[in-house]
């Protein structure tokens, strides 16, 4: 890796980090300058723009979600297994995989209403991970561990609200009860396919 | 009402409305003067910091929801009937009560790492409402419309499960399915209490 695009990689780094605590459209030039102690022009050198910075952003954390998330849940078999590894690492990286939660379900909130390319962007990856979702779902059913009516985006759907609601009571109210909640909710889920 | 205090509610219904769009971190006496065309020192005169700006629009916003969702909703019988009430009413807030959608969903994740009174406001509106939602259920199990088994405090999680992911899939990704998406998860919550 050239030394450029080293650096820039640890901008981006620091950049989702500072976004997940303060949200995406907090995140510009001006704040990652003051984050980094780095000078504002050399970070336009990297990011010509303020969106270009969120939407680098949003591609950097998307890397790391696949890396945390994506990646080792195709390590585990097809059906059940995997969609067990899928809620379980989701539940890691929306607790720990950055200092302030995932950075994508708060931008989600955030930037519904405001249309543009980052708006674009996060609808695009949040169709991608509803439809990762519903695939492995879907061949719970072909492996026999689901019953064939089982509608799969209806599950994709009721799974993605269950680490939603995890996300609030665990990093907002702080309910020492909140991952308890999240892993009935999801042996419900399971239970009500089979 | 005093005039001065009109004008107040006025501003706060313009706060909230401006919120809900652009994200309550980033309401300030600034943002408010130029949506509103009321001068800076003006908009002091009602609400001294931005931080009392913000807590005051989510005590606003706090107002409206009882008025429409809470209040109308305590209008049903008590159990199956209160909470179908109550999922319709918060379903139409989400959609309809504000511009840019539940100003406390999307506050819930831009706060929740950002201590001080905005997030300890939060975090004690949204332990009201999960606390009425979980008495909604249990007067279900009163009534006996629910098993005695359920647990009214999980449901309550499991519901707010639902309308999270019914926010993003209507307002962000505007899925045409996403209202026959939160419906059926509603009902195969209601079957399970059964």
Same mark, same amino acid.
């Given at each position: 890796?050239?030394? =450029? &695009?080293?650096?820039?990689? +640890?901008?981006? !780094?620091?950049?989702?980090?500072?976004? /997940? $605590?303060?949200?995406? #459209?907090?995140?510009?030039?001006?704040?990652?300058?003051?984050?980094?102690?780095?000078?504002?022009?050399?970070?336009?050198?990297?990011?010509?723009?303020?969106?270009?910075?969120?939407?680098?952003?949003?591609?950097?954390?998307?890397?790391?979600?696949?890396?945390?998330?994506?990646?080792?849940?195709?390590?585990?078999?097809? =059906? &059940?297994?995997?969609?067990? +590894?899928?809620? !379980?690492?989701?539940?890691?990286?929306? /607790? $720990?995989?950055?200092? #302030?939660?995932?950075?994508?379900?708060?931008?989600?909130?955030?930037?519904?209403?405001?249309?543009?390319?980052?708006?674009?962007?996060?609808?695009?990856?949040?169709?991608?991970?509803?439809?990762?979702?519903?695939?492995?779902?879907?061949?719970?059913?072909?492996?026999?561990?689901?019953?064939?009516?089982?509608?799969?985006?209806?599950?994709?759907?009721?799974?993605?609200?269950?680490?939603?609601?995890?996300?609030?009571? /665990?990093?907002?109210?702080?309910?020492?009860?909140?991952?308890?909640?999240?892993?009935?909710?999801?042996?419900?889920?399971?239970?009500?396919?089979?």
């Amino acid at each position: 890796m050239r030394k =450029g &695009e080293a650096t820039r990689q +640890a901008i981006l !780094d620091e950049s989702i980090r500072l976004a /997940s $605590t303060v949200g995406l #459209g907090a995140l510009t030039i001006g704040t990652l300058a003051t984050q980094t102690g780095m000078s504002k022009s050399g970070l336009f050198a990297h990011f010509n723009s303020k969106e270009s910075l969120q939407i680098q952003a949003l591609e950097h954390a998307g890397a790391r979600f696949r890396e945390h998330v994506v990646h080792p849940m195709l390590a585990a078999p097809r =059906g &059940e297994p995997r969609l067990r +590894a899928l809620f !379980d690492l989701w539940l890691t990286w929306v /607790s $720990t995989g950055l200092p #302030g939660g995932c950075l994508f379900i708060a931008a989600d909130y955030e930037f519904d209403d405001q249309p543009g390319p980052v708006r674009d962007t996060l609808v695009r990856d949040q169709r991608d991970w509803l439809e990762t979702m519903t695939r492995v779902v879907g061949s719970g059913i072909v492996e026999g561990h689901f019953a064939a009516d089982t509608d799969p985006a209806q599950f994709a759907q009721d799974l993605f609200g269950v680490v939603l609601a995890y996300s609030v009571t /665990s990093r907002l109210i702080q309910d020492p009860n909140a991952e308890a909640y999240a892993r009935r909710a999801f042996e419900s889920l399971l239970r009500a396919a089979r």
